[in-house]
């Protein structure tokens, strides 16, 4: 696992530093630092994502890698100096096309509603989770036993999911964490309620898509080699 991940954070370190290799040169010394520090929190934040994407649990564990890209582009967008040079200077617009992708990730997993200081919310769901889980781990030996046994949890766990999603707070993390456990009360254990269907999910995974379109565009705009 720590051999991906590092292999991973080495190929989007190694992406983004193309892409702006072209930009770097005759840039000013705070601009130069300004465009390092996006592209070192970029490749963060991605590396995060693709290390949590199934099971989904980008949200509160990307949270932290969120708000370091998240800073490094207010940075560069507040500069006075080096805000047009980095952000409108290239017709690919590097820095602004990648900073675009994952702030609309980051919203079509309702992220917000569930990372940093609203991740209180999640705890009860994550408990109750682990109740449903545990309940059918207990019975594992019994599968006919599941639908008795556990349905008073279960239906805790989905009302509360319901709740949370009705007041704007499922994020990506627990709708596919209750999808997940809604496929195996349903399907692996025939236990008769419908699995979840929840669509921002899908969202979420199109709006990640659009990240490595994002580098591939730059790519194209920007060739490393040959005759320009």
């Not at 930009?23 to 929190?41: D, N, V, W």
């Not at 690919?92 to 096309?97: D, L, T, Y």
């Not at 009705?166 to 627990?174: F, I, N, P, V």
Request: aromatic residues 10%.
């Amino acid at each position: 696992m720590k051999c991906e991940a590092g292999t991973l954070k080495l190929l989007v370190v190694s992406v983004l530093v193309v892409l702006l290799l072209d930009t770097t040169i005759g840039l000013s010394p705070e601009c130069s630092k300004l465009q390092l520090e996006f592209a070192s929190s970029s490749s963060d934040f991605t590396t995060c994502l693709g290390k949590n994407t199934k099971p989904v649990q980008i949200c509160v564990t990307c949270f932290e890698d969120f708000s370091s890209v998240n800073g490094s582009f207010h940075n560069i967008s507040t500069s006075a100096h080096c805000a047009e040079k980095l952000l409108d200077s290239d017709n690919a617009m590097v820095i602004r096309r990648l900073w675009d992708s994952y702030r609309n990730m980051w919203s079509s997993a309702l992220c917000d509603t569930c990372s940093g200081l609203t991740e209180n919310r999640t705890h009860e769901f994550s408990n109750k989770t682990d109740e449903v889980l545990l309940c059918f781990n207990e019975h594992i030996q019994h599968p006919h036993m599941i639908c008795i046994e556990c349905s008073e949890k279960y239906d805790a766990l989905l009302n509360l999911f319901k709740s949370l999603q009705s007041a704007g707070y499922a994020c990506a993390d627990l709708a596919d964490s209750m999808n997940s456990t809604a496929r195996m009360w349903s399907v692996d254990y025939g236990c008769g309620h419908p699995p979840v269907e929840y669509l921002p999910v899908l969202a979420m995974t199109a709006a990640m898509s659009f990240i490595p379109f994002s580098f591939y565009l730059a790519l194209w705009k920007f060739p490393t080699c040959g005759p320009s």
